[in-house]
């Protein structure tokens, strides 16, 4: 039997290292966001940062496993063999749970999930528990769950969402009143106070408030006094002389080597918010093994004696963690975001819903977001005809952007670095506040609300994007519910599952989410693919007129090929009442108007670029992507009544109708590959040749049509299949007239761009 558990311990160790990979891959973004976003130093710097502040918070988060203990439910009502599936139930879901959430791509917190997946653990153990003993569920259930930690936990995490945005957004508010977007000048003369305020608060909440509780508090100095007790009776003291220090060090940077004070602030965020992430998500990765193994421990220490009978009291006291089991945790996060792609990707959900300037929005509009735009708009209205014009003017004067050159457009940050500063300082001292209380806040709500208060009190959300922003931070926060009644829900399955069909479940539910694993591993593997195949063709806005030339080039040979493929397998698919080929043509289908609807949405980029040179293309290029989008909505209006028609069971189309349709497919390829042939040669000189061909088909169209009215005055056909017919000749026509403009699009952008080179 003490086999049996030490491979579990064993086991749980093992989640947990794939738990700190995950979580720091998904994690990773929330304290690189701002440092990244506004380009405050190279990569490697940011990282450099970003790994010192994980090293040194990974040893502060020794008070924050008490959560996992028993911050949720009253270990001594548990003997070891239940505490044991408790703690595997909860790793195992968090496995899965990470999984599912990364596969569909929906925003997640690690934070969020381990304190639900622990309550719905415990809930199922107690209710078996309580059941076996013969007693009533309702009455008995809070002697088992620490009901009024559960709930502080959870109000912490639900309160601190609020509180992140309203003071990320009043925070930059007064800041941008101050320094303005043009902060050059003030930075001159207030910079180095600037620095010396923020980095102080960073000092006074990590070192002060974030000792409580870590390895280092209890260390004793030479006076007898410890190092927390010292903090407390000197912080008047260390603030001082802090802020003292930090002003005159960072005006002595700006006068000696005239180093940017905002980079030296936002690197040291960087560092604070990593560190505190380390010191409050720890806890989410290796809290709940650690426990498992302390519980182990005292189990052995007992006589091994049987696992039913043994209660779990020792878990309720002071169980200090070993600080070597710290920094291998802490190592572990840092080797994930050095060599972790996922880590190093720069491209995140805060960053789209905050960046200052325009571009392609991630998310589409909602019903509640445009209330909210609506009214908020009517409140200014009125409030601007209140207030006196001069302060309006006054105020709006400090929010105007500065404008970026052309040139440098391409590299421009997603936002300044007065932003990025209270970004990092604000988050840092929101979750070291909550570390130091033991509140496990969500640090990737905090870090991302604080996002959202910045960005809005920075007016990014402007009417042109405030609905699709709005829309976006509902979704993000709609996600994180989902998060807690989904790790609620699963940890209680399989918790319930363990105790009442025995402990080899273990092991099956171990297997199951290894399998996920793999699959997710699979699964990445292919899209990632996918998606290299489809940047090659995507035109970013520093490509060259002629690499803008061949990438779209590369687009109009895809779109024909695709085009064409599914055609003819939505015809075939119809002709032979096969559901499964509609269904994927169809899929296709819609894959290719998401495709041309996200080349459409670069098009002003694109414009800007293009009008650069003497001869003025642009017009042409708008054309190719409007005929793209309507081959696209030509293809979606064909397959859907097909579809409809097929799924409702209605009669097929007769003998002479298939034959036709078959007759015009094999037409419609031999035009499509003569357009490819077309297209990929650049041969331009034969597009009389290929209107002709396409005339061709029109007039296989019309017989088509003249056909049909005979079969319809002969009564050989219905209503249904004649609206089908007619609809499927027209927007076939339409099909091929948008594809020969969107070929004479092509002819003339390649033309005019290369005279403007």
């Not at 990364?102 to 415990?122: H, Q, R, Y």
């Not at 694109?606 to 003025?616: H, N, R």
Request: glycine share 6%; proline share 2%; with cysteine.
């Amino acid at each position: 039997m003490e086999n049996f558990y030490l491979i579990l311990v064993v086991v749980l160790f093992a989640l947990a290292i794939s738990d700190l990979i995950v979580g720091v891959s998904n994690d990773a973004v929330n304290f690189l966001n701002s440092a990244i976003g506004s380009k405050a130093a190279p990569k490697w710097v940011i990282f450099l940062m970003a790994s010192l502040g994980v090293l040194i918070g990974a040893t502060f988060s020794s008070g924050m496993m008490e959560v996992a203990r028993k911050g949720i439910f009253h270990p001594e009502m548990f003997y070891f063999s239940e505490i044991m599936i408790i703690f595997m139930a909860v790793m195992i879901t968090d496995v899965i749970l990470l999984d599912l959430f990364n596969t569909f791509g929906m925003p997640t917190s690690t934070t969020v999930s381990i304190v639900f997946e622990l309550l719905g653990a415990a809930v199922a153990v107690s209710v078996v528990k309580i059941k076996s003993a013969g007693d009533s569920v309702v009455l008995e259930l809070a002697k088992y769950i620490n009901s009024e930690k559960a709930l502080a936990i959870i109000t912490g995490i639900l309160v601190s969402v609020i509180i992140a945005f309203t003071v990320g957004a009043i925070v930059q508010y007064i800041t941008r009143l101050v320094f303005t977007f043009n902060f050059k000048r003030q930075m001159k003369y207030f910079g180095s106070i600037f620095g010396g305020l923020a980095i102080t608060a960073i000092t006074y909440f990590i070192l002060i408030k974030g000792m409580k509780g870590s390895t280092y508090a209890g260390v004793e100095l030479e006076s007898g006094i410890t190092i927390q007790e010292w903090l407390k009776a000197y912080s008047g003291q260390v603030l001082l002389y802090s802020f003292l220090f930090w002003v005159v060090f960072i005006q002595l940077l700006k006068w000696i080597f005239n180093i940017n004070i905002l980079k030296i602030v936002v690197l040291a965020g960087t560092f604070a918010l990593a560190m505190a992430f380390a010191g409050n998500d720890l806890v989410n990765f290796i809290g709940v093994p650690l426990a498992g193994f302390n519980s182990f421990k005292e189990w052995v220490a007992a006589g091994a004696t049987s696992p039913d009978s043994f209660t779990m009291e020792m878990l309720a006291g002071k169980v200090g963690t070993p600080t070597y089991m710290l920094l291998v945790a802490g190592l572990i996060m840092i080797i994930t975001l050095i060599f972790s792609k996922k880590a190093k990707s720069v491209i995140a959900t805060s960053i789209d819903l905050s960046r200052q300037n325009e571009g392609a929005e991630r998310f589409g509009s909602s019903f509640i977001a445009r209330f909210i735009v609506r009214r908020t708009t009517n409140f200014n209205k009125k409030l601007i005809r209140i207030m006196p014009a001069a302060v309006t003017n006054g105020i709006h004067s400090r929010f105007v952007p500065v404008e970026v050159k052309e040139e440098d457009a391409a590299d421009a940050p997603a936002f300044d670095m007065i932003r990025a500063s209270v970004n990092l300082v604000v988050a840092s001292i929101l979750i070291a506040i909550g570390t130091s209380l033991k509140l496990p806040l969500s640090t990737t709500y905090v870090t991302f609300m604080v996002a959202m208060g910045t960005s809005l009190s920075d007016r990014a959300w402007d009417r042109e994007s405030a609905v699709y922003r709005i829309s976006g931070v509902f979704a993000v926060i709609g996600g994180w519910f989902l998060t807690a009644l989904i790790a609620f829900t699963v940890s209680g399955i399989v918790a319930l599952t363990i105790a009442l069909s025995g402990k080899f479940m273990i092991f099956v539910f171990i297997i199951v989410a290894l399998f996920m694993v793999y699959r997710t591993h699979v699964m990445l593997k292919k899209r990632a693919l996918l998606k290299s195949v489809e940047e090659e063709d995507t035109i970013e806005d520093e490509d060259a007129l002629e690499e803008i030339i061949s990438k779209s080039s590369k687009q109009l040979v895809k779109a024909i090929v695709l085009t064409n493929q599914i055609v003819q397998l939505g015809i075939e698919s119809f002709l032979n009442e096969d559901r499964t080929g509609l269904k994927s043509a169809d899929e296709a289908c819609r894959s290719f108007s998401k495709k041309a609807k996200k080349n459409k949405e670069k098009v002003f980029s694109i414009v800007q670029k293009l009008t650069e040179g003497s001869v003025d293309s642009s017009h042409f290029y708008v054309q190719m992507m409007e005929h793209k989008r309507e081959m696209a909505h030509a293809i979606h209006f064909m397959l859907n009544p097909m579809i409809a028609h097929i799924e409702n069971n209605h009669k097929p189309f007769n003998a002479e109708q298939n034959e036709e349709l078959t007759n015009l497919a094999i037409l419609i390829d031999n035009f499509y590959n003569y357009v490819l042939h077309a297209v990929k040669e650049e041969k331009f000189d034969e597009l009389d040749n290929l209107i002709e061909e396409r005339d061709k088909i029109f007039e296989t169209l019309r017989r088509m049509e003249k056909n049909q009215i005979k079969r319809i005055k002969n009564k050989m056909v219905n209503t249904r299949n004649s609206q089908l017919f007619f609809k499927i000749i027209s927007e076939l026509e339409n099909l091929l007239l948008q594809t020969v403009n969107l070929v004479k699009s092509q002819r003339d952008f390649i033309t005019q761009t290369r005279q403007s080179k």
